[in-house]
């Protein structure tokens, strides 16, 4: 099953606190589906979702202390101070405010959306060289790989623009947190299947719920795992996605003209040569066509793959 296809399971919860900010909801839910074997973390989880997007963000429990009138808990990357009336959460450079608002107030969507988040599974994948990948919902710890990804400069040659702007581990860790839960944005952490460890990114950004258009986006910064037909896999996963279930109607991407192997993958996902922006890309001191491609709806349909 795959969290890309939406497929989800039937899950049991009982939620034991419920706080409300301006743009977020915090709470910590009891799975009561759980096996007796089940580890705590497993058991109790503390989500963060964004009112904007309904995006969740798991927070990842390191420990808790409860004095008599404060409890607090620590995450990896966040902390959560909170009495019986409000609360502080320090996550990734931001600090938000929260009311404890009554657990009969939690709006049936929120209730909803934490049953399909639950419920769901990471996808997995298999490339043609055999190399087995997830992808899963990104999460707090995840940013520390970009802190050590955007270092590697021949890594990020041919990625973001935005990576070679960022500076420091504060910037790092406050546009992952921006990105991670705001509305016009898909994003999924790539995994090695075999280590559980991150290799890179993908998803949609730019979300256009208008005119129904998206950007494409993949970076693998392990080098071990270029050329093995995973950014092909892993961009046909996220096309899918966003056609299917975003309901989407075109899909794009941009790439230097530079980077063929790039522009190899996205065209065993289906993309096609759309356009040429001349000398729009600049790397190392040097200048280079940037490549349009895109996929329309109607052509994903027709497409058959090995």
């Known amino acids: 099953m795959s969290t890309?296809?939406?497929?989800?399971?039937s899950t049991q919860f009982k939620t034991l606190f419920f706080f409300s900010s301006a743009g977020f909801?915090?709470?910590e839910i009891k799975r009561l589906d759980s096996e007796?074997?089940?580890?705590?973390?497993?058991?109790?989880?503390?989500?963060?979702?964004?009112?904007?997007?309904?995006?969740?963000?798991?927070?990842e429990f390191v420990s808790m202390?409860?004095?008599e009138n404060q409890e607090h808990r620590t995450f990896v990357n966040a902390s959560f101070e909170f009495s019986q009336t409000n609360g502080k959460l320090s996550i990734l450079g931001n600090d938000i405010e929260f009311t404890n608002a009554q657990l009969k107030n939690i709006p049936e969507q929120v209730t909803?959306?934490?049953?399909?988040?639950?419920?769901?599974?990471?996808?997995?994948?298999?490339?043609?060289?055999?190399i087995k990948i997830s992808l899963h919902p990104p999460k707090p710890s995840d940013a520390s790989y970009f802190n050590d990804w955007i270092k590697n400069e021949s890594s990020i040659r041919y990625s973001l623009t935005r990576f070679h702007q960022l500076t420091d581990e504060q910037e790092v860790n406050r546009w992952f947190f921006s990105t991670m839960t705001n509305g016009n944005s898909f994003s999924t952490i790539i995994c090695n299947t075999d280590t559980n460890e991150p290799i890179g990114s993908a998803g949609l950004s730019n979300l256009n719920t208008i005119d129904k258009t998206a950007e494409c986006f993949i970076f693998i910064e392990n080098q071990n795992f270029w050329n093995k037909v995973i950014a092909?896999?892993?961009t046909k996963e996220i096309t899918a996605y966003g056609f299917?279930?975003?309901?989407?109607?075109r899909i794009f991407l941009t790439a230097s003209a530079k980077n063929t192997h790039g522009i190899r993958a996205y065209q065993r996902a289906g993309f096609v040569h759309e356009g040429v922006m001349r000398e729009a890309f600049f790397r190392n001191n040097e200048r280079s066509d940037k490549v349009i491609m895109g996929l329309l709806r109607k052509e994903w349909k027709s497409l058959t793959f090995p």
């Open 244 to 249: 299917k279930s975003l309901n989407l109607h």
């Open 4 to 9: 890309l296809e939406l497929m989800i399971a």
């Open 36 to 59: 007796p074997t089940a580890a705590k973390s497993e058991v109790y989880r503390w989500l963060l979702i964004s009112k904007q997007s309904s995006h969740i963000l798991p927070l």
């Open 232 to 234: 092909s896999v892993v």
């Open 112 to 130: 909803e959306k934490i049953h399909n988040y639950l419920g769901s599974v990471s996808a997995h994948l298999q490339s043609s060289s055999k």
């Open 65 to 67: 202390e409860i004095e």
């Open 25 to 27: 909801y915090l709470t």
